[in-house]
Nanobody, 119 residues
């Protein structure tokens, strides 16, 4: 499966962005999809995940502010990010085919989209 992340940009603190992860492949609906992020000089960290059945899990740092969802008819997973903070600034990546908070377990990755939150 091929993934393409989009929707990043520059936003002021407190603002919102919606990221999209578009996938190719007829079996996308059977994949769990996760979002990770990587800030400069830091390791890639888990953000959230959605299972093939729609179960979700969030990192504590984004719980209550971010919402992951999926539209299998469009082969797309979304990440709605509200109440953004400067510490959310990072390159955001979507990944598929593992229901895990460990990046090492994922076989497929999108190219990343930059999110910058200004003060």
């Amino acid at each position: 499966v091929q993934l393409q992340a989009s929707g990043g940009g520059l936003v002021q603190a407190g603002g919102s962005l919606r990221l999209s992860c578009a996938a190719s492949g007829r079996t996308f609906s059977s994949y769990a999809v996760g979002w990770f992020r990587q800030a400069p000089g830091k390791e890639r960290e888990f953000v959230t995940i959605i299972s093939s059945r729609g179960s979700t899990y969030y990192a504590d740092s984004v719980k209550g502010r971010f919402t992951i969802s999926r539209d299998n008819a469009k082969n797309t997973v979304y990440l709605q990010m509200n109440s953004l903070k400067p510490e959310d600034t990072a390159v955001y990546y979507c990944a598929a085919d593992a229901y895990s908070g460990s990046a090492a377990r994922y076989d497929y990755w999108g190219q990343g989209t930059q999110v910058t939150v200004s003060t």
